[in-house]
Every structure is written in C-alpha cells, then in structure tokens.
Nanobody, 123 residues
Framework: QVQLVESGGALVQPGGSLRLSCSAS????????IGWDRQAPGGEREMVAR???????NYADSVKGRFTISRDSADNTVHLQLDRLHFEDTAVYYC?????????????????WGQGTQVTVSS
C-alpha cells in the first residue's frame, strides 16, 4: 500500500513562513513526478509546485518567488517552503505524486495524493 503523508501545516500570520514536508512510502517502484497541490475553501484543487516527469520544476504563477519546492530522492521526501504568505494562500495542501508501484495484482502507474495538511494565514 502506498502512502503520502504530509506534515507542517499551521496557523501563520500574513508575511510569515512555513515548511511543509511529505514522505512517500510503500511498494513504490519509482516516482515519476512529485509536488504539491492545494484547495482553498470553496475552490478547486490547483497545482502549486511540481517536479515533473520531464525533469522541470513548475510553480503556479501566484506562488512564484515565494514558494520553493525541494526533494530528497534518497528517502522519497518532498518539501515546500512557503515564504511571504498571503491570506489567499489559506488552503489544504496535498502532496501529489505520479508513481509506479506493485501489489498482488501486478505493476501500476497512477496519480496519488496524501490526506492533506491545513495552512491558514490569518492575523
């Protein structure tokens, strides 16, 4: 069973910083893309930052220059440094991966998300 487990969400004041972490575990054969999505109250889930399968790093326009994604491939972890936070950054942040895993049924490639961690920006 594959798991993506996020941590680091919190209540923070505008202009503050947070660091989110995600650890991937289970019968993972390879991780082809990994990153972060978010969903604000009443909104749709959107991509925030991503290491893509093509080897590029992508950010949503709204977070460029403020958020930084990093990865430790050795232990399948990905981090998101959130700086200069805005009220509009309030959302549940989900770890995302496009990965290959194996189970009793064989080999699979699929999208996978964690349960999410809440980031609230409020004064």
């Amino acid at each position: 069973q594959v798991q993506l487990v996020e941590s680091g969400g919190a209540l923070v004041q505008p202009g503050g910083s947070l660091r989110l972490s995600c650890s991937a575990s289970g019968n993972i054969r390879s991780i082809k893309a990994i990153g972060w999505d978010r969903q604000a109250p009443g909104g749709e889930r959107e991509m925030v930052a991503r290491f893509t399968s093509a080897g590029t790093t992508n950010y949503a326009d709204s977070v460029k220059g403020r958020f930084t994604i990093s990865r430790d491939s050795a232990d399948n972890t990905v981090h998101l440094q959130l700086d200069r936070l805005h009220f509009e950054d309030t959302a549940v942040y989900y770890c995302y991966a496009f990965l290959a895993y194996s189970d009793y049924a064989g080999y699979h490639e699929t999208d996978w998300w964690g349960q999410g961690t809440q980031v609230t920006v409020s004064s």
